[in-house]
């Protein structure tokens, strides 16, 4: 029994799977650029959002009936 031979595996590769690349320069700017185009839409959005905001308090500001006796201290902003 101990001098009886193995039967020898045979292994058939038809294709070997392509490589993977690696991590490329061209990947990590277009991480950044998508990065800086959503941090740009925040700006723009906050900005605009600043403006109605402050567009509304002037608004209700100047219909408010102009009293010479208040309480607080207007910044004229």
Do not use: C, K, N, W
Not at 29 to 46: S, Y
């Amino acid at each position: 029994m101990f001098l009886q031979q193995e039967p020898t595996i045979i292994v058939d590769v038809i294709t070997q799977p392509p490589a993977t690349p690696d991590i490329s320069i061209e990947y990590i700017l277009t991480m950044f650029a998508t990065a800086g185009v959503v941090l740009l839409a925040a700006a723009v959005g906050g900005l605009i959002a600043g403006a109605i905001f402050i567009g509304i308090r002037r608004l209700r500001d100047g219909s408010a009936a102009a009293t010479s006796e208040t309480s607080h201290v207007r910044l004229r902003i």
